[in-house]
């Protein structure tokens, strides 16, 4: 979603400042000024909603190459959102609209279990109705899926209660342990997004043992590096997070963390987990790169 800026708004922008007699509510100036704002928000409000019924659209496809349009077009049309606060809003407003929820359709069409595709009888066989069939989910499909979860549970906190509604856990965590680098390394990303201050959430992690999981793949020196880098930072954004919240459901990560990586790389996780909450988001971004190969240095060391 990419706008151009109307020529009448740049026109009224140029017009002089009012005078102390024109500086009252009723001033023609104020009238046009109000015009334009509430033209500007129809618009863009069009704008997004255009957007997401033509992504939402191809991401209900049958086939994957046409859901793969739609994950990308919706991702692309995120990080657009993602660029003004104003646009922010009106996505949040949008995702209190059956029709244009986004994590309902990645559940059902992009991330759902292959399983549930398999024919459960033969009626179709002897009935006029030809039995519909949707191709499997592609390896691509699943990574721009899930990188278009974690866009919607940023932007929109909400989301994270559709992502619950549809067990996102539980089905994330058969990712990270079936698929491969790439979707695991998107997996990762959206894991954090939908645990962010989501009790409910952070309960069924705990419930499918997915510290455990993450532990493994960050001890295992056969997984490629990138990927335990990846685990790494987790466990660090993860412990920062709920770090000091006692009635947090995670409260016993710290024990969880020692038990699975050892006292030596158990501290050292907490110590880098409060790195730099002073710095700017790229500095964090830094740091958090170096301390996560620092954890993974002391795990091969041990």
Avoid at 33 to 60: F, H, I, K, M, P
Avoid at 242 to 248: E, L
Wanted: hydrophobic fraction near 40%; include cysteine.
């Amino acid at each position: 979603m990419y706008l151009k800026k109307p020529l009448w708004s740049e026109a009224v922008k140029r017009t002089a400042s009012p005078t102390a007699e024109d500086s009252d509510q009723s001033s023609p100036l104020t009238v046009v000024e109000d015009l334009v704002s509430s033209l500007t928000d129809q618009r863009v409000y069009r704008e997004v909603t255009l957007a997401l019924r033509t992504g939402l659209r191809d991401a209900r496809a049958e086939f994957s190459f046409l859901r793969v349009r739609g994950l990308r077009g919706l991702l692309k049309f995120l990080r657009s959102v993602s660029e003004s606060d104003s646009a922010i809003h009106l996505f949040s407003q949008s995702q209190s609209v059956p029709e244009l929820q986004v994590v309902p359709v990645l559940f059902r069409h992009s991330l759902r279990d292959s399983e549930e595709d398999s024919v459960a009888s033969l009626d179709h066989i002897f009935s006029v109705e030809p039995m519909k069939k949707t191709s499997p989910s592609t390896d691509a499909e699943v990574a721009l899926a899930l990188r278009v979860l974690e866009g919607c549970c940023l932007l929109h906190r909400e989301s994270t209660i559709l992502a619950h509604r549809h067990k996102a856990i539980p089905v994330l965590m058969n990712i990270l342990s079936t698929r491969g680098v790439a979707e695991q390394d998107a997996c990762l990303d959206a894991l954090i997004s939908i645990m962010l201050d989501s009790s409910a959430n952070q309960m069924d992690f705990e419930s499918c043992n997915g510290i455990e999981e993450v532990a493994e793949l960050l001890r295992d020196k056969q997984v490629d590096e990138n990927l335990r880098l990846k685990c790494g930072e987790f466990l660090l954004l993860l412990i920062g997070h709920v770090n000091g919240r006692d009635k947090s459901p995670m409260a016993t990560i710290h024990e969880d963390v020692r038990r699975l990586l050892g006292e030596k790389s158990a501290s050292l996780v907490w110590a880098a987990s409060q790195f730099g909450s002073t710095l700017n988001p790229e500095q964090r971004l830094t740091a958090l790169h170096i301390q996560a190969r620092r954890v993974l240095e002391s795990l091969d060391m041990y």
